[in-house]
């Protein structure tokens, strides 16, 4: 079945700092992609998608682009704030559309 | 817009006892699920139902129950309570017409069983 794969966390980075949150997947066919993230005390919201292979999806200064060839999906940030301290999730969708498959989360602390 | 609605926010429970989580979007959405959250685990899907009227079991499905009769609510139902189901639990819609259309959720339900 569907299944994705998240680096373990937690994760903590100083402010400025790069960021990789690697996600791989295994899928039929080729759904779309998802990273969600949920900051402390709310429900997950999406952050970006991607729908194709090589496309790239960008929102708040992170970045994921759709590697086909490796399954791949990883969350990037250039230089990390405090703000983006929170708990990321990659996700797909399965065949049918009907559910999202959730990788486990990882944990971001960013300290000043 | 209120979106995803859940209640309540915060419940503790005591063994054996049943209750319902409600959730509502407004959004006129087909899809809709409830997850739970659990430390380490991520989140997993409990049940799920493509449209009123129809439902179906996810990953966790026991000592759940689900019905769909509007597309506007989807309350989970707890019939006996166990230490297990302490929890954070959350509702989900999607929108069907596309493959890439994102999940919105609500703001949780933190379950405590004692």
Redesign the interface.
Known sequence: GDSVT?MEGPVTLSEEAFLTINCTYTATGY??L?W?VQYPG?????LL?A?KADDKGSNKGFEATYRKETTSFHLEKGSVQVSDSAVY?CAL?NFG?????????TRLTIIP | NAG?TQTPKFQVLKTGQSMTLQCAQDMNHE?M?W?RQDP????R?IH?S?GAGIT?Q?EVPNGYNVSRSTTEDFPLRLLSAAPSQTSVY?C?S?A?RR??T??F????TRLTVV
């Open positions: 998240q759904p779309s998802f969600y709310e429900g997950l919201q999406l998608k729908t999730f969708p559309n009907e559910k999202l498959t959730f990788g486990t989360g | 995803v899809y699920s997850y380490g685990m991520g989140l899907l799920y493509v179906d996810g959350f989900a999607r069907q493959v890439n994102e999940a959720f609500g703001q949780g």
